[in-house]
C-alpha cells in the first residue's frame, strides 16, 4: 500500500517496454546506467543479491536486495537492505506499453521498515536524491542511446 513517505516516480520513455525491462533487470544493461552486481542479479524469487555503492569520495556502502515478484515485461519487486544497518525498503518497478515505441515506468520505493536513524546517510531526502538522478536521467540517457 502506497503511503506519503514512498517515494514514487513515473517516467515514459522513447523505447519499446522490452528494452526497458532489459535495461532493468538484465546485468549487461544495468551496469551502464545502474549498478553492477557482479553476476549476481538473477531473475528468480527468493534469490538474493548484494552489490556495493554510493559517494565516490564516501563510503562504498552493502546494499543486499531479495527479488519477491517478477512478471516479464510488466513488474519486478525487490526488496533494498544495508547488512548491519536495520530498516528495509521494497522497490516496485511497474512497466506499461504507451505505444510500440514507448514505455511507462511507474517506480516505487516503500520505506517498509525504517532505516537507522544514527545514520546520515539513509534519510529519505538521499533516497530522492538518488532515485530521481537514476530514474529521470540515468536511465533514460543510457535508453536514447540504444
Known amino acids: 500500500m502506497q503511503t506519503a513517505n514512498d517515494i ?5 520513455y ?9 535495461a532493468i533487470t ?6 551502464n546506467w545502474y549498478f553492477d552486481f557482479k553476476g549476481q542479479f538473477q531473475l528468480n524469487v527468493g534469490q538474493t543479491f548484494d552489490w556495493h555503492a554510493g559517494d ?3 563510503k562504498q556502502w552493502l546494499h543486499r536486495g ?4 517478477i512478471i516479464p515485461n510488466k513488474k519486478l519487486v525487490h526488496t533494498w537492505t544495508y547488512p548491519g544497518y536495520s530498516g528495509k525498503a521494497i522497490a516496485y518497478w511497474e512497466l506499461s506499453e504507451a505505444d510500440a515505441q514507448t514505455t511507462k515506468l511507474k517506480f516505487r520505493f516503500e520505506f517498509a521498515e525504517p532505516f537507522d536513524a544514527n545514520e546520515p546517510a539513509l534519510v529519505r531526502g538521499n533516497f530522492v536524491n538518488g532515485w530521481n538522478e537514476l530514474i529521470l536521467n540515468s536511465l533514460e540517457q543510457y535508453l536514447n542511446k540504444q
Open 14 to 22: 522513447n523505447a519499446p517496454i522490452a528494452l526497458v525491462w532489459a
Open 26 to 31: 538484465d546485468e549487461q544493461h544495468m551496469r
Open 56 to 58: 565516490l569520495k564516501d
Open 66 to 69: 531479495e527479488m519477491l515478484e
Open 8 to 12: 514514487v516516480l513515473e517516467k515514459i
